[in-house]
């Protein structure tokens, strides 16, 4: 039968998470919970914008974590409510169900919240018996899995640089973009991504993942960033632009070690590709940089059916967590990183699309 899965929210990596289950030869749709009552009772398929599947979505929370089910996928955005969010996944692990999520993103380390939360996670882990997960392409793949597998092929490394540079302009959450990133605003708004330690704290689990599987202690984690604005006002599929609002943003987040920077991800984001030109291009996806002996520099690109670049990266998201979610069922009770799985692949996934049904 496979591995027996909820699906925890349907929003914009919810949906394709979800449709990654139905579509998955090793899992089964177990249950689907939705935020809102206008989606309570919808057929799962219909959500994911695939045939029904007859399973109707549902918002009581407490009937599905009464179910024998084997792991939820919780991808409820995270962003405003870090705290809810830890206890929502800490609640689903005390009843013994596994979890893989890409909400709380510093936690793709075990230690990228610090150890009250660590302890707090792991001791729901023992209570249940189960095993957590935070996963997805960045943080996640892209920068965890991807530069340190790349790295293996060094004689000498000196830096390991990882670029996400993406057009957000059709990445559908707007209060993500607009709000959290502040997009939109004036180029000195202080929005949640600007706080004192925001960027330390979202991407230092990423750093410290990378220096742990490199075998190499961090001095410090540092942050730097530099914003751009619109030189006329624009639309976007997700909204308004107007003239010298931040339309462009670039980020680093810095593992300094003998202060020297050492590892190192970095986000170019634009809301225009017009926006920026003398920062770094790509048509729209991941490269990694090994600078050493010899030097490695590899390019992901990616895009969803339609050819979106954005959606692509989001697609990702989902699929890296769905495809991880046998190795999770299957590993020991606790908190787990990428260093933790084995190799993850595509398995019992060839065909083409979309797939078809029995």
Not at 194 to 215: C, H, S
Request: glycine residues 12%; negative net charge; contains cysteine.
């Amino acid at each position: 039968m496979g591995h027996r899965v909820i699906q925890w929210s349907t929003g914009n990596v919810g949906r394709y998470a979800l449709r990654a289950i139905i579509g998955h030869p090793e899992l089964k749709l177990a249950g689907l919970w939705v935020h809102s009552e206008k989606k309570s009772g919808s057929d799962a398929g219909e959500l994911a914008g695939v045939e029904p599947v007859g399973l109707a979505a549902t918002n009581d929370a407490d009937t599905l974590l009464e179910s024998d089910a084997d792991c939820v996928c919780y991808t409820a955005t995270a962003d405003l409510r870090l705290i809810e969010a830890i206890g929502d996944i800490c609640r689903i692990l005390r009843t013994g169900k596994n979890v893989v999520s890409s909400s709380v993103v510093s936690l793709v380390h075990p230690d990228g919240m610090g150890p009250e939360i660590r302890k707090r996670i792991e001791d729901a882990c023992r209570e249940g018996n189960s095993s957590f997960l935070t996963t997805g392409i960045d943080p996640g793949f892209a920068n965890d899995v991807l530069p340190l597998v790349l790295s293996g092929l060094a004689e000498r490394w000196e830096e390991i640089r990882i670029q996400e540079i993406v057009n957000y302009a059709t990445y559908n959450q707007p209060e993500v973009v607009f709000g959290t990133m502040g997009f939109g605003q004036p180029l000195d708004a202080m929005t949640v991504l600007f706080m004192p330690g925001a960027l330390e704290m979202a991407w230092g689990g990423t750093v410290r993942l990378i220096a742990q599987g490199l075998g190499v202690e961090l001095d410090t984690i540092e942050a730097w960033h530099e914003r751009r604005p619109a030189e006329e006002s624009f639309d976007t599929p997700i909204g308004h632009v107007e003239k010298g609002t931040m339309a462009g943003l670039r980020f680093e987040v810095r593992g300094i070690i003998d202060g020297k920077q050492r590892i190192v991800v970095e986000h170019v984001t634009r809301l225009h590709d017009d926006i920026a030109p003398d920062w770094p291009q790509s048509q729209g996806g991941y490269k990694v940089f090994v600078k050493g002996v010899p030097q490695i520099e590899v390019s992901l690109d990616m895009a969803d059916e339609h050819g979106d670049h954005a959606v692509g990266g989001v697609v990702l998201t989902a699929t890296r967590l769905v495809n991880t979610i046998p190795a999770v069922c299957e590993a020991g009770p606790g908190m787990l990183s990428a260093l933790d799985l084995p190799v993850v692949t595509g398995r019992g996934l060839m065909g083409s699309w979309p797939p078809a049904r029995d």
